[in-house]
RNA sequence: GCCCACGUAGCCCAAUGGCAGAGGCAGGGGACUUAAAAUCCCCCAAGUGUGGGUUCGACCCCCACCGUGGGCACCA
């Protein structure tokens, strides 16, 4: 799609001779020239200013990938610079950083890859990002730039972990992890698909016992969910966090194993379905399972262990529909009823959930009820749908009416599950229990890329702490990234690293796994306000200054790991005393995912935009003539509609690109980029451009009027600034950009252009396409930036009309629309409304049974045949 | 299977109970030009995914269905 420079075909038809120039718009001379001054000015700077009100506005930092900016992260960061610009206009004293989620698993495979340093590749990726970044002209305050992978940042990420070991909030135990043989790491939960694979990449994901650090964010599970009240974030964000915390009230329930002095506890949500109990299920790792079994069954229950143990998750998950199971031999005793009930094992009941056994209620389960058609097991009704109706055909798994269940028939679920519950409180049998699907967070990997552990292992095996003044631990130099012979991860390599003095006395080793990749995330946010802070992490006074962040901007694919995990270190920062808010992010926006059309021909074979042309509204390959198939898809190199900012900045410029990725749709919205569309919002900066240029004057800005606007102007003008405000405030940057192309269509079709309309013109578009307001602001006669400009006011007196205008319908159809004088009246629009001849071809022979008169909005009659 | 969001001119999107069009792309015509580019002006085009309902009046609210995208899915 090649489109001639403006300024090429100037040249090209007018030459050297011409005398009457036109100044052309060139974003290529403009941008880099603002973007030096903003740089060498310092112009957004940020200091601790209590005079004004604050304002924190923040992007997800990004990983700097070694493909380099994509045209999504523009996208929020665009947005939020927009925001920053327009609140340092209106007296915000603003926070707006950006940095570098810098350490990571890409960086260690192209190391492996290419053999070069992470350390190297970070650099040279944090380089291009940064480049790509200013580029589009963002007004990141860059004094405040910070990088997760640096001995001063990561020291403090070393530091906060300590405080979670001190409070126990991070141990080491021997448990089940997710191993990823494809990565050779261990992955928290959160980072494992339903499928049983990593989220990223799709490797397969399985179960391994490995001695690993974990903290402890079960503890904070119910603040966690219990404070997403407090947070102005997206619905759908908060319901994920809540269902990943998975709260449940129910109670536990104690059984006696028969002829055993041993118990054992269910869990169960269902303390009502008690007297339902045809047998208990164990998970197979549950621990009594051992001595449970009797001689006859052992064989079987072993062969059960043996398999389910090899199964993974995604096994399990595949055959879902089957279930399957084994009986113990071991019989366990009703707590209530006395009765001997089956005690199986079945791998559908979880060990690391509730008490990793549960009772069985086929008539009231649908899991149980299917379990007992498997394997002929009995079944006992004892809710019913309503008082007297007939048990249900399957499981009836709804609240209902008690049934065959002693002293408690009768009752509703609801009013039986307290009273049962608290019955067998009483006699010791059960309590009530709230339960968290949430587990601890593995918090080790097995990577060289990551921040050291500031721990050390004594002799005795014991994990000692370093003080303070040990840190930074800093991460040795490796050439080799690969796991030792033995199995050991990387760091394992560094052996006069390893080596260490052991805090208590005599030697240690140091720890060798590193921090996963969200570590640096879960606090970066607080590093901004202090960056270069050596005593702390941050002064305190800064802290309560600037928290908590006022809005956060970001994709929806954080929303369970990074987004809780921050929250999780918050809290426990906060229960320190080292932060004043209970939440780090009042408000969360997330931006839609931007796509590109893509086209594919029948063979399958993929096609560049560029090949394609467009006839009668059908694609087809230009060359060849082969008719596509023209789809809306996720950018990849493979569909060939991968968008990068460098070309489009190149071709038309950063103001122009941050208008377009604006304009596209509403923020949060998924939209499907089109190039095409960068005409659109390129032509309204020239337009706007020439708007200082009247006539063939080269004279800047000479002809400008100096008298007042015409009144329709004026209104326009102040309908333009209460609008504009007003969609900023709501984040509704593409219809904002469309009233300021309406005013300036207006005024591209003015006879003439006051200068103070002009004025208030530049001020509101500035946020939106700062270069070129930096550039005419200057060319207007001022000496400094027009980012600290007062934001215009809209004089409401303005915006009233000199006339009212009246839609009259007829039965709800439109017939005509009456211009009147401000003050009419009801019965004087009635009036005129009944004479126009319009409205009365469609009343003849019908009489009006309703009139409808909204103030000042529209008229409609209601007709009907003659009484 | 369950939950959520979204379906409006050829395309991206406005309009949140009151005239279906704010803006842009593409297309057509004209002015300017020796011509073209650029620019300016004008025009074209949907009755709002489908079927019901509520209302004087529905893109908007309610019900069912279809399509697209996203999330969740043995947690007892």
């Not at 950006?98 to 190297?120: T, V």
């Not at 279930?323 to 707590?335: E, L, Y």
């Not at 919205?669 to 706007?688: A, I």
């Amino acid at each position: 799609m090649a489109r001639p420079k403006l300024c090429d075909s100037i040249r090209g038809l007018i030459g050297p001779s011409r005398s009457k120039l036109r100044m052309p718009y060139e974003p290529s001379i403009i941008e880099p020239r603002w973007q030096k001054f903003w740089a060498e000015q310092r112009t957004f700077r940020t200091v601790e200013d209590h005079a004004k009100p604050k304002y924190y506005v923040l992007d997800m930092f990004p990983y700097p990938s070694g493909s380099g900016l994509h045209v999504g992260h523009p996208e929020g960061y665009t947005a939020t610079d927009i925001l920053a610009r327009y609140k340092r206009m209106r007296g915000f004293n603003v926070l707006h950083p950006m940095g570098w989620d810098a350490f990571g698993l890409p960086a260690e495979r192209a190391a492996e890859r290419d053999g070069r340093h992470p350390a190297d590749i970070t650099k040279t990726n944090t380089d291009n990002f940064r480049r790509q970044i200013q580029r589009l002209g963002f007004s990141y305050d860059w004094d405040r730039e910070i990088n997760t992978s640096t001995p001063d940042y990561y020291r403090w990420t070393q530091w906060i972990f300590l405080r979670l070991h001190e409070r126990g909030l991070a141990y080491r135990a021997e448990l089940p992890v997710n191993w990823c043989p494809a990565l050779g790491t261990v992955l928290a939960n959160e980072e494992v698909s339903p499928e049983g694979t990593y989220k990223e990449t799709g490797d397969p994901v399985e179960k391994r016992l490995m001695t690993q650090w974990m903290l402890r964010i079960t503890a904070y599970a119910e603040r966690l969910m219990k404070d997403l009240d407090l947070l102005d974030w997206p619905e759908p964000v908060k319901k994920m966090q809540r269902e990943w915390i998975g709260q449940s009230n129910g109670a536990e329930v104690d059984f006696k194993v028969a002829g055993s002095e041993r118990r054992f506890t269910v869990y169960t949500t269902r303390a009502d379905t008690l007297f339902g109990v045809t047998w208990c299920v164990l998970a197979p790792e549950h621990p009594l399972v051992q001595e449970l079994t009797t001689a006859n069954n052992r064989a079987a229950v072993d062969a059960y262990i043996q398999r389910s143990t090899r199964r993974s998750d995604r096994e399990r998950k595949a055959d879902q529909a089957t279930k399957t199971g084994v009986d113990t031999g071991a019989r366990a005793v009703h707590p209530l009823t006395g009765e001997l009930l089956p005690i199986w094992i079945a791998d559908y009941v979880v060990g690391g959930y509730g008490t990793g056994a549960v009772m069985a209620v086929p008539a009231h389960d649908a899991r149980d009820h299917e379990f007992a058609r498997t394997y002929g097991l009995p079944s006992k009704t004892v809710v019913l749908p309503a008082a007297g109706s007939a048990a249900c055909e399957g499981a009836f798994g709804d609240d209902g009416v008690s049934a065959h269940s002693g002293i408690y028939s009768g009752m509703s679920s609801a009013a039986m599950r307290t009273r049962i519950t608290q019955d067998l409180e009483a006699s010791g049998q059960g309590r009530a229990k709230v339960q968290y699907a949430l587990r601890d967070w593995l918090f080790s990997r097995q990577r060289y890329w990551g921040e050291p552990f500031p721990m050390v292992i004594g002799a005795d095996g014991v994990a000692v702490p370093l003080p303070d003044d040990a840190l930074p631990v800093e991460l040795p130099h490796l050439v080799d990234f690969k796991p030792t012979a033995d199995g050991r991860p990387p760091l394992a390599r560094a052996e006069s690293w390893l080596q260490v003095a052991d805090p208590r006395g005599g030697m240690a080793l140091r720890e060798t796994n590193t921090m996963p990749q969200w570590a640096g995330s879960c606090w970066y946010y607080l590093r901004y306000l202090d960056p270069k802070n050596d005593q702390a992490p941050f002064a305190p006074e800064k802290e309560r200054y600037w928290m908590p962040v006022d809005l956060y901007v970001g994709g929806t694919e954080h929303a369970v790991l990074h987004l809780l995990y921050s929250r999780f270190w918050h809290k426990v920062l906060f229960d320190i005393g080292l932060v004043s808010t209970p939440e780090p992010f009042q408000k969360l926006f997330n931006q839609g995912m931007i796509l590109a059309w893509s086209y594919q021909d029948a063979s399958g074979k993929y096609w560049h935009e560029k090949d394609i042309e467009e006839r009668d509204g059908k694609h087809f390959v230009r060359a060849t003539g082969a008719s596509v198939e023209t789809r809306v898809e996720k950018m990849s190199k493979s569909k060939l509609n991968v968008v990068n900012p460098d070309d489009i900045i190149s071709e038309y410029g950063a103001d122009a690109m941050r208008l377009y990725e604006m304009f596209m749709g509403p923020l949060d919205m998924t939209k499907p980029w089109q190039t095409r569309g960068m005409e659109g919002v390129s032509r309204f900066l020239q337009r706007s451009w020439r708007l200082w240029l009247a006539g063939d004057d080269d004279t800047w800005a000479a002809q400008l009027s100096e008298a007042a606007p015409s009144e329709d102007i004026e209104r326009q003008l102040h309908r333009t600034i209460a609008g504009v405000t007003e969609d900023l405030e709501q984040m509704r940057f593409n219809t904002a950009i469309s009233k300021l192309m309406e005013l300036v269509n207006t005024l591209t079709a003015a006879p003439q252009r006051s200068r103070a309309t002009l004025n208030t013109y530049l001020l509101l578009v500035a946020p939106f396409c700062p270069h070129f307001a930096e550039e005419i602001w200057r060319r207007l006669g001022h000496k400094n930036s027009i980012a600290y400009a007062p934001w215009p006011v809209a004089d409401l007196s303005k915006l009233i009309e000199s006339t009212l205008t009246i839609p009259v319908s007829v039965n709800g159809k439109l017939r005509t629309t009456l211009e009147l004088p401000l003050d009419a009246t009801e019965a004087q629009i009635r009036e005129l409304a009944l004479a126009d001849p319009g409205v009365q071809r469609h009343l003849a022979g019908a009489t009006i049974r309703k009139v409808i008169y909204v103030p000042k909005r529209m008229l409609n009659l209601v007709v009907g045949p003659p009484a």
